[in-house]
């Protein structure tokens, strides 16, 4: 089965970083009970001195090069990524994509109505190239901004609701099954990111729990993620 990673910048990562797709890899390769494999046509990091996906410097230096692979990009959104989903999934052979993307396009592109627009375009995208994909889709988490930006924060939330009632409007169980991901209660983006946004040791772990339990709960892929792994790793430092 091969799994393919679509994101912001929340799921690039940076310099530095392990990223939640590290510990999705982690996870998969203890628990998943089969062959899998990670895909996509990128594999770096961003890199904030060149503004450009460049970085290799990922946290875990063991970290394969194989399992880096995804679809996603700093400062990219729906609207990014829906003229290019057809291509990836054609090209990897993705069977199930893992999908967290919205909160860059409703902070400086889009609004809550055309977000949800590109958002079913890039399902339709998706079933065209592969019309058995499976896609775990998580809902925006508000970020700082939120927090003294009331318009935003309140795109952010209808956008939550037009995507629960696309999921379920195009939801195709017996050929291409969607499902939302449930985020993880106790994520805090106060201790589980490190600038209000971007997920640390904690949210990393939070974020692929929510995908995985997902996974495992409605299809019975993988096993529930386990609770131990949500501590946060003693070699991560962020300057």
Not at 41 to 48: E, F, H, V, W
Not at 122 to 127: G, L, Y
Not at 175 to 188: I, N, V
Not at 206 to 216: E, N, Q, R, S, V
Request: charged share 20%; aromatic share 10%.
């Amino acid at each position: 089965m091969r799994f393919l990673f679509v994101g912001d910048s929340m799921t690039v990562g940076r310099a530095g970083d392990f990223t939640w797709r590290y510990r999705m890899w982690q996870h998969l390769a203890a628990s998943f009970g089969g062959p899998f494999e990670v895909v996509g046509p990128r594999t770096g990091l961003y890199d904030a001195s060149v503004d450009a996906p460049l970085s290799r410097a990922y946290a875990d230096p063991d970290f394969p090069p194989h399992a880096r692979r995804h679809l996603s990009g700093w400062g990219e959104g729906w609207l990014h990524m829906a003229p290019l989903i057809r291509e990836a999934v054609a090209s990897s052979g993705a069977d199930v994509l893992l999908v967290s993307l919205g909160l860059i396009d409703l902070g400086f592109y889009t609004d809550a109505a055309q977000t949800a627009d590109n958002a079913e375009r890039f399902i339709t995208e998706a079933r065209a190239a592969n019309p058995r994909v499976r896609i775990v889709i998580h809902p925006v988490i508000p970020n700082v901004r939120a927090e003294s930006d009331a318009p935003f924060a309140a795109e952010c939330v209808r956008f939550n609701e037009l995507l629960s009632k696309a999921v379920a409007n195009l939801d195709a169980p017996g050929a291409s099954p969607l499902l939302l991901a449930a985020p993880h209660p106790a994520y805090d983006i106060h201790r589980d990111t490190y600038d209000g946004t971007h997920p640390g040791p904690t949210g990393e772990h939070k974020l692929a729990a929510a995908f995985a339990d997902a996974m495992h709960g409605a299809w019975g892929l993988g096993a529930p993620y386990p609770l131990s792994s949500s501590a946060p790793s003693p070699s991560f430092s962020r300057a």
